[in-house]
Each structure stands twice: as C-alpha cells, then as structure tokens.
C-alpha cells in the first residue's frame, strides 16, 4: 500500500502550540474578502486535520486518532468562526446571547431510534403529533388516555405548537412567559448589530462551502478557493450503501476486494449501513481503482453493482467537514432564535441563478444524490432552523411545495428508505392545518399530490383503468414507493377546515376532481370471470389493487368529512361525483338485450345480464363515493333544504344499483360455491371486501347505494331486479313453483344459497339503519351496536373489540367512550387477559342478520344467545330488535317489507315449508322469511304507536298477510301458512318464533281495533301478550315437574338393582367391607398411641427411624408392568434433566475455570456455578427407556436424511422427551431401595473415639495408596485398626442392571456438570453425582423457605420422587467408582475439619471457602466407601454419620461468627441473659483471640445469637431433607408445617440440641483445637482482609432484577443505550437481562462474539457466564421476554407487562400505556428458581415448530 505524505502529529502539535483562534479571527475581520480568507485557511489545515489515512488500526488506536481529529477541529477550524461571530471570548459570547433570547416556546427535541414517544388520544389534533417523555410527564396530557410507542428517529417533539393540540399545547418547561412576544417583534432585533452583520456573513460562507461541497460531483478537482497547497497522490475507494444487496454480498465482496478478515469485513458492512458510506481502502489512485473494479464486478452479476468512487483525499477531508459544519451551525442556533432567524434567512435567500437556487433548494433537490449520513446531518439542521421558527417554517413550506413533484420523482428513482429522504418532512408541514390549507389555496397541493401519483402509476388498460397484473418486482418496490404519496395527502386532509374561503372551496373542488380521476382509474379494475370447465391456471394479481383501495380508505372518508362542513362544497362535489360515474356507466345498458319481467301483478323493464357469465369487478370506488356523499346530504338535511340545487332528478335508480347489486351477487355467488374454479384470489379479494379495513368504502357503501336506490324506485321493481341479477326470477315466477326441483340449469344446493343470500340481503336494505343519514342516529350508536353483536359472539379482549373496529384517519375506533356502558370488565389472573363481557339488558338488542357477522360468527353468535336465553328460562326465539326511524330521504324503504313481491316470495317459502318432499329449501330460508315478517310486523307496531289517534297508518303489513296468494299460486295467505306451520313436527326449532309472531299480529289486531287513543292502545296490545307468556311459563314448569319425577323414579331403579348385585355377590364384598372396619377401628385407637412416637421422628444416628420395611411397587409407562423396586432386581429408572445453573449464585464474576483442571471437591460458599437435577417423575424399565432411546436416535437419523426441521430436543447430548408427558430430559435416575433399619445391636463410639479411629483408618489407607503408587514407602507403616482390612474389595450389592444404570446418571452429571466428554476413569465422576444431590437440595430448600411452605409435605409428587431417588442414587453411586478413589476424596474432605496424620493434603481450603451443607453431603456419602472395610460388623454407618453432622455443624457455627457484621444489631434486650446467648459469646470471643484484629467487639449476646440462629437455619433445612429421603424416615408433625416449634423439631429430628452451642460446650477439649486450627489457615485471614469472596449468612435468596412500574422508563433506557462496539451506535435491538440487569445489543453483527468456536450473538454469549447457559431476557423494543438454553433452543414468553385492559402488547403496536404485573413477574422468577425455563423452552418448540427454525445463536 503507498503510504500517503501526512503531517507528523508533531507537526500539528506544532501548529497547536502556536495557534490563536482570536487572532484569526482578528484578521478575518479586518481583511477585505471574508471568503476568500475562510477558504483559504480551511484549504490549508482541512486535509491536514481529517481523514489521515484509513488504515485498519487497532479499535484503541482508532478511537485515539479520533479524540485526536476532534481536538484539532475544535481548536483550528471551529473556535476561529465562533471568535469571530461573536467578536470576543466564546464561551462568555454564548452566555450573554442564551440570556438575551428567553426561554424557547418551542421544545424541537429531535428524536432518536427507539426513544418512546407520547401522543395524546384525546388532545392531539392528529396521531402524528407527539411530545417527548420529558415534555409529555410535564404536561396535563398525562392524565389522559394517551398512546405510547417508539420513535422510527427523525420526527421531533411538537411540544409549543398550538395547532398540534387541542388543549395543552405547552408543558411546564416550554410555557411561554409573554404569549405575544413571538407573534410581535423580530428576533434579530434582539441581537447586537455587530453580531447580526458578522453572522450574517458567516452563515452564509459556511452554509455556501458546505451545500457547494455535499451536492459536488467531481471526484479529483475541488470547488474554486479550496485547492490544497500541495496536492499528493492520496484517494480513498469509497464504498456507498444501497438497499438492494445484503449485508452477507457486501462482507464476501469486501473481503474479496481489499483482503480484508471476516471482522473488519463485518465492520465496513456496518459502518456503510449506518453512515451510508465508508472508505475501504486508502492509497495512490491505481491502488484504489483495483479495489474498485474487484467490487463492480462482484456485485454486478445479478442486479446493479455497488456503488463505489475512487475519490482524492483532500475531497473527501473537505466533505467531512461540510458535515461538521452543518452540526455545528445547528449548535449555534440553539442558543438565540435571532441567530436562527438569520439562518434561515441565508438559507431561502434566492441566489444568482434564479429559480431553486436558494441554498435549501439546492440541498433539497440534491437530496437522492447524497449519502445517507450527509442527508441525516442537512435534515437536523433544517429541523433545528427552518421548521422552529414559525415564520420561515411557512416559506419553507411555500419551497417544498412548488419542489413537490421533482422532489418525488427522485425519491422513485431512489432506494433508501423513506425515513432518510427529505420527502419525509412533508409530515412535519402538511399536519400542520393551517399550512396545509395554506398550501393547498396557494400552491394547489391537493392536485399536485393527486397528479404524481397518478402520473406515477402509468400500466392502464384499454379503458384506462389501471392495470396490476404481472407485476415485476422493479414494479412492485416502485408501488411501495407511490404509495408514501398517499400518506401526504392523508396529512393534508386530517383536519377539516373550521370555516371555508372561495378560494378554499374552489381548490378543494379542484382537488376533488382529480381524486374524482384517480377512483375512475380504478372503477372495474380487475375485472373477473367465472371459469366453467377448468380451473383457473394462474393465480392472477389481485394484492396491489387491495393494497391501493386500503391506502384510499381513509382518504375518501377524510374527502366525505370535508363535503360535510359546507354546504356548497358538497353540493358541488356531488354533482362532479354524478358525472362521473355517468362517464363511467357510459355503454353499461347499451349492447344488452332489454327485458320485461312480470311478477305477482307488476312489471318492470331492464336488461340482461348474468354475473355468472359476464365480466364483473370488485372495485367501484366511484359508485361508492356517490353513495357516500347522497347519505351525507340527508344527514345535513341539504336534500330537504336545497332540493332545487340538486339533480336528483337525473338520477337513474336502475344504473345506481347495478353496479353495487352485481358486486353482492358475486359474493353471494362464491358463497354458494359457483366460483371455484377461479382459485383463491377471488376467495381472498371477497374476504377483504367484507374485512374491517376495508368494508367501510366496499361492502357499507354498496350496501348504502341499494338502499338509495330501493328508496328511489317501486319496491316491486326493485325486488324483480335484485331476482333477476340473482338469477332467481324464474324460481319464483313459475307457474308452478315445484317444477323449480326440475330444472338443470344448477346444483339444487347452489340455489337454495342464492335464495338465502337474496333474503339475507333484503333483510340487510331494509333493516341497517345504524348509519347516520340512513337511520335517525348518532355515530357513536353505530360504534356501540358493532361492539354489542361482537361481545354477543363470546367476551372478548379489548384488542379483539379494536381490532373488530374500522379506525378513522386518527386511529380512533370510538371504543372508549361507548364499551363502559355496553360492557362491563373482567381482570385476568396471572395467565389470560382481561375480557369484555356483555351486559345482559343489551342483549335484546341482538340482530341475528348483522350485517358485519361472517357466517361462522352468525352460527356462533346465534348459539350463544340461544343457550343464554334457555339458563334465563326464556323462550329460544330471536326476533329482530326494534329499529330506529329512517331519515325522511330514505323513509320509503319500510314499503320493501308489505310489497305485493315479497309477499309473493314470503308464501312461496312458507308453502315449500309446509310440504317439505324433496330438497327444496332450507331451514336458514325459512328462519330468514320468519326473519322479515317480523320485520315488517315491528314496523307496523311502531308506526301505530307513534301516530295519533286521527292519523291513518299507512302501513298495513297485518292485514295483507291474511289476503291468500294471487294467481299463479294458488297457496293460502302468509298467516294461513305460518298458523299450519306452528306445530309442525320437523320445525321444532322455530316454533318459538313462530308462536312470537302470531303473538305479535294478535297484539296489533288489537291495537288496531282500539283506536281511542295511542297510550290505552298500546298498554292494552301488551295484555294478551302478558297472560301466553303466563300460559308458556306454567307449561314449562309442568314439563320440568314431569322431569323431575322421571329422573327419581330412574334413580330408584339403579338403586334396586345395585342392591340386587351386592346380594348375589356376598362373599365378595364380605372381605371388602371386614379390611374397611378394621381400618376404621386402628384409625379409632391411633391418636394416643401415636403420643410417644412423634418424640422418636430422628432421621440421622443410631436412634434414627427407619422406612425399610416398606416396598415399593412401581408401574412401567412404557410397558405398564408392574415391579418391585430391588437392589437385584431388574432396573426401573425415572427420566430426569440435568442442568448446569446459577440460580443460587452469589458471585456472577467468578470466571468459568477450564473444566480439565477443575477440582469439583470443594464447593465454595458462593455457590457460583452448580448442577441441578429435576425430574418428570414418570418410571419405565431401564430396558424399556434403552429401546425408547434408541428408537429416538434413529428417528434423528432418518430426519437428517430427509432434511427435515430441527427438533426440540438434541439427541447428539443425550436428550429425549419423555414418553408420557413430553418433558424435556437428558438422563435417567436409576430407582433404588429404601435404606435398612439402623442396627440397634452394635456399639456406638463417642465423637473423640470415631475420630481417632477414623484418623487410624485414614492413615493406613494413605500409606497403602502412597505404597501402591510410588513402591516401598519410607515411613514406618501406621497401625491398623482391629479388624480394618485395607485390600478388601466390597462386593457390590446391585445387579448388572442396576449397576449400568448408576454409570449412566454418574456419566451425565459428570458430562454436563464439568462440560467435559465422558471418562469413567476421572475420579471427579462420583464428586459430580454426589454436587447434584447437594445443590438440588438446596435449591428445593430455598424455594420452600422463600415461599413459606412447610419443609416436609409441601411438594409436589415429581419433586419428592426426584430428590427420594437422586438422594438414594447419591448414598450408592460410591459402588461403580473405584473405591481408592472415594476413600482418597473422603480424607481429603475429613482434612478440611480435623487434621488428618501424614495425609500431605497442605492444599485443603480455608474453612471460609467451603460450603458445609456440601461438605457434608460429599463427606457422608463417601463415609461408606471407609466404612466398608470395616469387618468387625460392631460399628454402625448411623454414628459416623451423626458426628460427622455435629463436626459441619459446629464447623459451619464458627463460618456464620467469622462472616458476621455489626450493622445488623440493634438494641439490646432486656431481661436476664439465656444461656444460648451466653455459650455464643464465649465462642464469639474465643474466635476473637485467634483473629482479634479482624473480627469486630459484639457486646449483645441476644442478638448475636438471634443472627446466629436465622443464618444456621438453611444448612439444618437442608441437612433434614437430605437425611430424611437417604434414611426414608418420616419426617414429625411439626416440620409438616409453618407453626410455631420449628427450631426445636428440626434439631430434635437431627439429633441435635436446641441449643447448638452445646455441640461446642459439651466436646469443648476435643474442639478448641480444630476451632484454633480452622482459625489459623491463612486463607481465613486473607478472606476476612479482603482477599477473596466473603459469604455472609444466610445467603440471601437470588431475585430477577427490579423492573420499573412504568414501561417506558425502561424504553427511554433502551433508547440511551448505544452499542458497545460500533462507536456510539444506537443499538437496533436493546435487551435487557432480567438476572443481572445487563443492557445488550442483541441481533446484530457488531455484537456477535465466539463462543466454542461459533459465533453467537451477545445474548446467547452472555447466558454463558451469567447463567451457565440458560437465559432470561427483556427484549425493550418488542416487549418481549426471551429465554435462551444453550445456543440452539429458545423461546419468547409473554412479558410481565400489562395494559389498563390486562393485555400484553408484544411488538408495542397498540402503544397503550404498560405497566409492570408483579404477579406476572413474580411466575418468571418462580420459574427461574424452579430451575423450569429448559422444560418450557421444549415445551413451547414442540408446540409450535416456528420455534425451531429460529436461529437463537445469533439473538
């Protein structure tokens, strides 16, 4: 590489000594060519300063060459202009300028990734307008129903500005002192002349030099003035981002290219990203070129290359500086708004050029050149200038708007995001309503917007409409561009205008005629036709057209909103709307044939056309926007005030319905299965017209647009219209309507769905009225009957209700302010999520036929209901609720329902009801015509009932229905035929309808007759309804008296017959019932007899009781037989999982040790790292589990094979589920027999005779092995105890089974313990097995203690098996270890407590580096392997064990006084003083001779033993479990629960004295010395100095990590916290560790570290030392919590955090307000603790196969 001619650092220091801003700045001053000067000096120190080469240095050295780059800017570039601009010393120039501007009425906080940001639902004028989180918890707002979510970076805090909120617009820190100030005087007034000349001039330089040098396109020359002095021969290859290539194309090219490691590689490839640019290589310019030409080539062979520049170094240096300057001039405006006024002015100051030649104009239509670091800096800066300063903001807008277009286009052209294009600003103008309307009157920016995009969209068809299909990806990425577009003008419309100008009016009609052209692009586009014969063969493009109508929805309801607010401008808009659509439906009648239709006495005329043949589109957008603007003229009543403006007289009902009509058709046509051969887009474009994101605009509008036309025209006409398109017509207009079953023409099924679909749709015209303008309601009536019908299906969530909602343009559903009177809440426990359940006097308010229900919602909806009115003990019927009055435009629907055509339809269906031969109909067909007649029959009560007594009710549905059919049919009347239906055997379902309509006609017979008055008509119509109710309710209760004496009568006869059956079977129950009493008497007797026994419940020492006289008969899962568990019999095992954990650790720091020269022995008190061992409880035969797992490992085979996904468990580490529960194991724990009763012959030594015995057997063993290892021993040979054969070979007492299966669990702990391959020969394999025992033990203890359940009886089945059986596996595992080998670990044990002679063991730990409870566990497990040499069979295994507890114990008394502190005590009690209290001290003091100057002087005995005893308590605890599941000795009353008397059971059932001192009392001679010499290890002293880890006790239980109560404290946390590796970086995905509270950078390259030879993400790196492997993780930003086990399993689990509604929020897309469920947490914790997360990772990937394919190495 050549290496460049660079200034020394010396040389600059140099230039540093000597320099003087000041005196620059002097000069400046003074010369006559200010810019000429400025150039001249940023000529000669810019390139000396920056970009000195770009070698691949060290990350520390890099980082001090930057610090470096940053002084010398500051000292020779920057200082110079702020002395200059400020004409003196810059720090005091500053001070004097922030003091003469005031505090800023505007917070302008400019937001970065991921920082949570606040809008308020009630307040802010629209969803963009935001406050940071200081300004929103300064502000009112936060007492409001507020929306949270984080920042995509770039929007800043609209805190100050009036139009964003409707109240509040200013918090406590941004409220203006004097409101007028601002709108009255100049800020630059405010400034000192000087300082406004000189930084008028200045400004302009700077901003000059830096949009000359952003927007230079040269990549060897300079712009004039700033040629270097000496050119070199230097360039860098500049390496550009884009969004085509992938971040693996770029590391590979990069490392083909510049020879550079995986690692630098990475590093380029994220620097590129975030800068948008970086130098890869540095050098003369052929050296650069080769680079160059290396990555074109790479990366040009399957889409455009990379972009790359070879530029001259100088340039580059220049460019960096440009940025630096542009940031810096963002500084300096901060401090006066007369320097930012100033600002702005030089940036919009119009140059020589002409038009777009301001500074900012340039900028701007340069923007798609730039690289993204360069737009990110220039678009800070504008937001800190242009978009702060209220009168600027206005001119800028003016600039961007006549730019609009051009500006657009080059974002097309370009491919960064969105987020990096100066298009994105528009959100900061157009929200802005009186700009926008300002813009839109003075610029025409509703057109303009509307125009590029159409001229955007250019693919149309022959009649122009735009054309999607086949679209090219190239195409497709364009379209996601246009659609941005969109979100321009959703900004534009977001707010109405409050009053209306000519000009407004006139630009917004405008406006609205090119949208008017945009929908009439898209009026029938995608047009479809039914395929017969085959099935359609390419799926054909239906997305992008869905995606275009979805993006316009709220537009066009935004569009309606404005028509609304003014008369003329609606008026107006309705009459273009009309034209349009005539244009539209141009030739739509001509070219068909005519036709005349006749049914029951009316004829119509109109033209044929079959949806089934034709084409026909989905997409009417013009058609529905009419039926929009017609409702509104009702709801405004414009149509009754103004009838003469409008041309309703042209409208032609027939065309306005034809359209809409063919559209329902369709659906209903694909619903009776007649489409399905034309594939699923159709099935997918018919879903999401009836979806909630669309239906507003598709399915509402059309339904609207029927009900226009029904209004307008002879209902008769209307219905044979609607048969006809139907293609029912002939059905019903047969003269004989049974020759219907006949005709061939269609599946019979088929038709009986049309003619649903038809009736389903005539219930839906008449009876929707929840529209206001349709019906006389309010909008949020409407909001409250969607809620109703959907909490009639089931209760529901609150996101569920949202989700069931269609929003409006601000996100708003109206839920809210309607649920709480609907609905009442019910919170969720600790699993589930609050529901919304109805309240039972809406529920008559249930419209089976709801317009909005899918078919699978109606069934559900109406089964429901059903079954709630039987538990009411109602009637089943579900008639239709009462509806509101019609507007006056659309009062003519209700004749729909008495028109002579239906009527016809009506008696048709009943007469097929009534003779039901063949298949004909359907029950839904009739239910729907019962439907309607109930309909019609509530119309007709309300209309009697609002009239007056002279009024004469023009609906007369009662008396028709009795007339009989007219001929062709000859059936009897509608009332005739539903009175023979009533009792109709095979309608029992909807005889309670039936029975309410007859009801009904009765009542308004009545009403009817009594004309005398409304209020006596009306409460006498309701008496006959009254006395059949009471004739129905004593009918029910006769049936269910009939009942009743049906079941007892039953009842009576079982009863006969079980007597009959005991009889004939005596002897049987004889022995049965002999077992049963015997029982009963001993349970009589026992309470007595039970007295002296609780005081002999010992489980350790001669005197313990023991369980071996019980058998343990267990059953096989696999093969179901049952066995006798046998030392010698065949092996039962139960499958279990061994894990490595730190759950009690308290000491996360300590380092993993290299697991070869790891000594397991000693377990230090801060039980950093241990193995614990859980279990299913679930037993099978050893044999049956090998033949289980052998199958499973050839299963893993075969799946390789095949490729198949991975699975949950990794079979290569022995893992499997188990068979029965599925639980996630690794081993298997073989079953082994209680213990045998204690020998109460033998003798039993005191505590000084074992000793020294033990110390003789010790001593001959270490000479033995010491002989044996290194031949003849010098020393004279120890004597041997009597009887003590020190050769002999115990025989083992398992069988080879058993003993197999011992191996087995010894190797796994072995293996995952240590993380070592397994090796029978290691002597640190029987330690393994006996540390899982330990630690399990103490874990379980923990969980009991800090749960406060008892110690004995509080656990669960599968625990107590597991600890029963690991704890026997423990006490035998010594069998399949070389006995040489426990007994050398046991006397090296025994040397930590007594001095063991001519044992060379100096390596013995410090008595403070030991945990005792393991001390004691390894110490009586490996007892046996001592004890079994022993021939003499006087001595019991019982006593050894009982002195070796009193030894720990006493051992671990002494390590609680030497770790004790003072800052516990308190006051002294009073009273005399015990003698607990008294021995304590004495010890106390003892321990302070030996180390006087470490341990401090207690004077309360009280206390000292009170602390003493609290810190005793868990080793005991778990020394009674340990004992009691080795011993099987059943446990006393007292520990079976949390009462009083703990203490003294627990010492009583250790065969320890209360007062524990007395162990140090009564054997104080034997003790003082080993006490001295526990005392006198140096470690003690070293540990206690300072030295080491220093355990206080009790160990305090391990918590996961506080969490703040409020989420968005820990996302301000998150959104603060940069990468630790790539330079201040924000990190993309913060995650925090719940365990220890370490913020990581997860997911992403920068972060990945090797691990094993791997490379993993920072997450699964950190689970290794924090958690040995396992993880528990807070994913900020997604509101996540992530558990990772080891580095190929994981899963997430639902966050602790909850909203007001009891619902997570994953991904925060609701961003309602989260806070913390402390019962929520407190289960992760429980989890944790348990040791579970490894058995819910497997559970969850075996749910849910996604899981699996996740790669949780990299998170």
């Not at 000292?75 to 922030?98: I, K, R, S, V």
């Not at 589109?617 to 005030?641: D, F, M, W, Y």
Request: negative net charge.
């Amino acid at each position: 590489m050549a290496e460049p001619s660079r200034d020394p650092p010396s040389a600059l220091s140099a230039d540093f000594m000597s320099f003087s801003p000041g005196d620059t700045a002097s000069r400046w001053l003074a010369c006559a060519d200010l810019q000429q000067e400025v150039y001249r000096h940023l000529a000669e120190y810019v390139p000396r300063i920056l970009c000195q080469g770009g070698g691949m240095a060290e990350h520390r050295e890099e980082h001090r060459e930057e610090q470096r780059e940053e002084l010398a800017l500051q000292l020779l570039l920057l200082a110079p202009l702020e002395w200059f601009l400020l004409g003196g010393e810059p720090a005091a120039g500053l001070a004097l300028l922030q003091q003469g501007g005031g505090a800023a009425a505007l917070c302008g906080h400019v937001f970065k990734v991921g920082e949570p940001t606040y809008s308020c639902r009630e307040c802010a004028a629209d969803p963009t307008c935001v406050l940071c989180m200081q300004c929103f918890l300064a502000s009112t707002h936060r007492h409001h129903r507020y929306r949270m979510t984080t920042s995509g970076g770039g929007g800043f805090c609209d805190c100050g500005d009036a139009e964003a909120w409707k109240t509040g617009p200013s918090c406590q820190n941004h409220t203006p002192a004097d409101q007028n100030r601002e709108t009255e005087e100049d800020p630059v007034s405010l400034l000192p002349p000087a300082v406004e000349e000189r930084s008028c001039s200045i400004f302009s330089i700077i901003l000059q030099y830096a949009v000359d040098l952003l927007t230079w396109e040269q990549e060897d020359q300079l712009p004039a003035g700033l040629e270097p002095p000496q050119r070199s021969d230097s360039y860098y290859c500049m390496l550009f981002n884009d969004e085509v290539h992938t971040y693996e194309q770029v590391i590979y090219t990069l490392q083909k290219a510049v020879n550079c490691s995986q690692k630098e590689a990475v590093s380029f490839a994220t620097t590129v990203d975030r800068d948008g640019r970086k130098s890869v290589r540095f050098g003369d310019h052929q050296f650069c070129e080769q680079a160059k030409a290396v990555i074109v080539r790479s990366t040009s062979r399957q889409s455009k290359p990379l972009r790359v520049q070879v530029m001259h170094s100088a340039l580059v240096a220049h460019q960096c500086f440009a940025l630096k300057a542009l940031g810096w001039l963002g500084q300096i405006i901060q401090y006066s708004d007369g320097l930012r006024r100033i600002l702005c002015q030089v940036g919009l100051r119009p140059g020589p050029e002409g038009e777009n030649s301001s500074l900012v104009d340039r900028l701007m239509l340069n923007d798609s050149k730039m690289w993204k670091g360069a737009r990110n800096v220039y678009h800070q800066l504008l937001m800190n200038s242009l978009l702060m300063d209220r009168k600027f903001k206005k001119l800028f807008a003016i600039r961007f708007a006549k730019n609009y277009r051009r500006l657009q286009t080059d974002f097309m052209e370009d491919d960064h995001d969105r987020l990096v294009s100066v298009t994105a600003l528009s959100v900061q103008l157009f929200t802005v309503p009186t700009l926008a309307r300002m813009l839109m009157v003075e610029e025409n920016l509703m057109m303009t917007i509307i125009r590029t995009f159409v001229d955007q969209l250019r693919h149309r068809d022959a009649q122009g409409r735009f054309q999607f299909d086949r679209y090219t990806a190239q195409q497709a990425f364009k379209f996601g561009r246009v659609q941005s577009l969109i979100g321009d003008l959703k900004y534009v419309l977001i707010s109405p205008p409050p009053q209306w100008s000519q000009q407004l009016r006139t630009k917004f009609l405008d406006g609205f005629e090119a949208f008017l052209d945009l929908l009439r692009c898209m009026q029938g586009m995608d047009p479809v036709v039914r395929q017969v014969g085959q099935h359609i063969e390419m799926e054909p493009e239906w997305e992008a057209a869905f995606t275009l109508q979805m993006k316009l929805t709220h537009i066009i309801t935004m569009m309606q909103e404005w028509c609304s607010t003014d008369e003329h401008v609606l008026i107006e808009a309705y009459k273009k709307c009309l034209s349009a659509l005539s244009q539209c439906q141009v030739g739509l009648p001509d070219g068909e044939q005519p036709i005349s239709l006749s049914l029951a006495g009316h004829t119509v005329d109109t033209f044929r056309y079959q949806v089934s043949q034709e084409k026909v589109s989905i997409h009417l957008p013009v058609c529905r926007l009419l039926a929009g603007l017609h409702v509104l003229l009702s709801k405004t009543e414009v149509a009754s005030r103004l009838p003469e403006q409008l041309p309703l007289g042209e409208l032609s009902p027939h065309l306005l319905i034809e359209l809409p009509l063919r559209c329902l058709v369709l659906c209903a046509q694909v619903h009776a299965g007649m489409w399905r051969r034309n594939g699923f887009s159709l099935i997918n474009q018919i879903y999401y017209y009836h979806n909630v994101k669309c239906r507003v605009e598709m399915f509402d509008k059309d339904l609207a647009m029927l009900q226009v036309g029904a209004s307008m025209m002879d209902p008769n006409h209307f219905l044979m219209i609607v048969l006809s398109r139907f293609e029912l017509f002939h059905t019903f207009s047969a003269a004989d309507l049974r020759r219907r079953y006949r005709e061939a023409n269609k599946d019979l099924a088929q038709q009986n769905t049309l003619i649903e679909e038809m009736l389903h749709l005539i219930i839906m015209v008449v009876g929707e009225r929840y529209v206001p303008g349709v019906g006389q309601v309010e909008p949020l009536d409407e909001v409250r009957r969607e809620i109703l019908h959907q909490l009639c299906i089931r209760p529901m969530a609150h996101s569920e209700l949202v989700k069931a909602l269609p929003e409006n343009g601000n996100k708003e559903t109206g839920l809210e302010r309607v649920i709480d009177s609907v609905a009442s809440f019910r919170k969720p426990g600790v699993t589930g999520r609050g529901l919304y359940e109805l309240r039972p006097e809406w529920s008559k308010r249930f419209d089976l036929y709801f317009h909005h229900y899918s078919r699978a919602d109606q069934s559900k909806a109406e089964e429901a209901q059903r079954n709630l009115r039987r538990q009411n003990g109602e009637d089943t019927a579900l008639p239709p609720p009462r509806p509101p009055p019609l507007c006056p435009l659309f009062g003519s629907l209700v004749n729909l329902l008495q028109c002579d055509a239906l009527l016809a339809l009506e008696g048709a269906v009943l007469q097929w009801a009534v003779e039901p031969s063949g298949g004909g109909w359907t029950e839904s067909m009739l239910q729907r015509v019962l439907h309607l007649v109930a309909m019609a029959l509530l119309e007709e009560q309300q209309q009697l009932e609002s009239s007056g007594a002279d009024e004469d009710v023009s609906f007369t549905f009662s008396t028709r229905i009795t007339r009989p059919g007219e001929a062709p049919s000859t059936s009897g009347s509608v009332l005739a035929l539903l009175e023979s239906l009533q009792n109709a055997p095979h309608l029992e379902v909807h005889k309670d309808m039936i029975t309410w309509i007859l009801k009904m006609v009765g009542n308004i017979k009545t009403t009817r007759e009594r004309t005398s008055g409304s209020s006596v008509s009306v409460s006498h119509g309701r008496r006959p309804e009254e006395s059949v109710r009471d004739k129905d309710k004593a009918e029910r209760k006769r049936k269910a008296e009939m009942a009743r004496l049906r079941r007892e009568k039953v009842m009576a006869q079982m009863s006969e017959m079980q007597k009959h059956f005991i009889n004939e079977n005596k002897e049987l129950f004889q022995q049965s019932m002999e077992d049963l009493e015997a029982a009963a008497t001993a349970a009589e007797h026992s309470p007595p007899s039970l007295e002296p026994t609780c005081v002999a419940h010992i489980c350790v020492g001669p005197m313990r009781v023991g369980g071996a006289e019980r058998r343990q008969l267990v059953t096989c899962i696999l093969c179901q037989e049952e066995q006798e568990v046998r030392g010698h019999g065949r092996a039962m095992v139960l499958a279990a999982f061994i894990q490595r954990s730190t759950v009690l650790s308290k000491n996360r720091s300590r380092g993993i040790p290299d697991p070869e020269r790891l000594d397991p022995l000693f377990m230090h008190p801060d039980l950093s790292v241990g193995v614990h061992t859980a279990s299913c409880g679930h037993i099978m035969h050893a044999t049956c589990w090998q033949r289980y797992f052998e199958a499973v490992q050839q299963k893993e085979q075969r799946r390789q094979q095949r490729l198949r996904g991975h699975t949950s468990y990794d079979v290569e580490n022995g893992e499997f589920l188990c068979p029965l529960c599925e639980c996630l194991s690794n081993t298997v724990i073989p079953l082994l027999p209680h213990a045998c009763s204690p020998d109460r012959s033998v003798e039993h030594p005191c505590l000084e005779t074992w000793l020294k015995r033990t110390n003789q057997q010790a001593a001959a063993l270490g000479f033995t092995h010491r002989k044996q290892s290194h031949g003849a021993a010098q020393q004279v040979e120890p004597a041997v105890p009597d009887r003590f054969r020190v050769g002999f070979d115990p025989q083992n007492s398992f069988s080879s089974g058993v003993g197999e299966m011992i191996n087995t669990f010894s190797m796994s702990a072995y293996k995952v313990g240590l993380k070592v391959n397994p090796n029978e020969q290691d002597p640190r394999v029987p330690v393994l097995s006996w540390s899982t025992c330990a630690y399990t033990m103490q874990s379980t203890e923990r969980l009991l203690m800090d749960e406060k359940k008892p110690l004995f009886g509080s656990l669960p089945c599968r625990q107590d098996d597991c600890l029963s059986s690991l704890t026997r596996f423990s006490s035998a595992c010594w069998t399949a270890a070389p006995i040489r080998t426990v007994q050398n670990h046991f006397i090296r044990l025994l040397s930590v407590l007594v001095p063991v002679p001519d044992s060379q063991l100096e390596d013995a730990p410090c008595i403070l580096d030991v945990d005792m409870f393991h001390l004691l566990v390894y110490s009586v497990l490996s007892y046996s392997s001592l004890h079994s040499l022993d021939q003499s069979g006087r001595r019991s295994v019982d006593s050894a064990h009982l002195h070796l507890l009193h030894l720990v114990t006493v051992a671990h008394l002494v390590q609680v006084l030497l770790t004790f502190t003072t800052g516990e005590l308190s006051m002294d009690q009073d009273g005399e003083e015990s003698e607990e209290e008294r021995l304590t001290c004495q010890l106390y003091s003892r321990l302070r001779d030996h180390l006087g100057r470490y341990l401090p002087d207690v004077s309360c005995g009280w206390r000292l033993w009170r602390c003493v005893r609290a810190a005793v308590l868990p080793f005991l605890r778990t020394a009674a479990l340990f004992f009691h599941y080795m011993n099987s000795s059943s446990p006393p009353a007292d520990l079976l629960g949390t009462g009083p008397g703990q203490w003294e059971a627990l010492c009583s059932y250790l065969s320890l004295p209360s007062n524990l001192l007395l162990l140090y009392q009564n054997q104080r001679t034997l003790l003082e010395p080993l006490i001295h010499r526990w005392c006198c290890h140096p470690g003690v002293g070293q540990v206690l100095h300072g030295g080491g880890v220093l355990v206080r006790f009790p160990r305090e239980s391990n918590r996961l990590i506080d969490l703040p109560e409020d989420y968005s404290i820990l996302i301000n946390q998150a959104s603060s916290f940069t990468c630790p590796r790539s330079g201040g970086d924000k990190s993309r995905a913060p995650t925090l560790c719940l365990v220890c509270g370490c913020m990581l950078c997860s997911q992403s390259y920068c972060c990945q570290t090797e691990v094993e030879g791997e490379d993993v993400g920072a997450c699964t790196a950190h689970t290794f030392t924090c958690g040995a492997g396992i993880g528990l993780f807070l994913r900020v930003r997604e509101s996540q919590v992530l558990f990772v086990a080891g580095k190929t399993k994981g899963c997430f689990y639902p966050p602790p955090y909850l909203d007001d509604y009891g619902e997570t929020d994953p991904g925060l897309k609701r961003g309602n307000p989260l806070h913390l469920c402390s019962e929520r947490y407190q289960k992760i914790e429980r989890l944790w603790r348990q040791h579970g997360i490894a058995e819910v990772i497997g559970h969850a990937q075996e749910a849910n196969q996604t899981l699996v394919a996740i790669d949780w190495q990299h998170l």
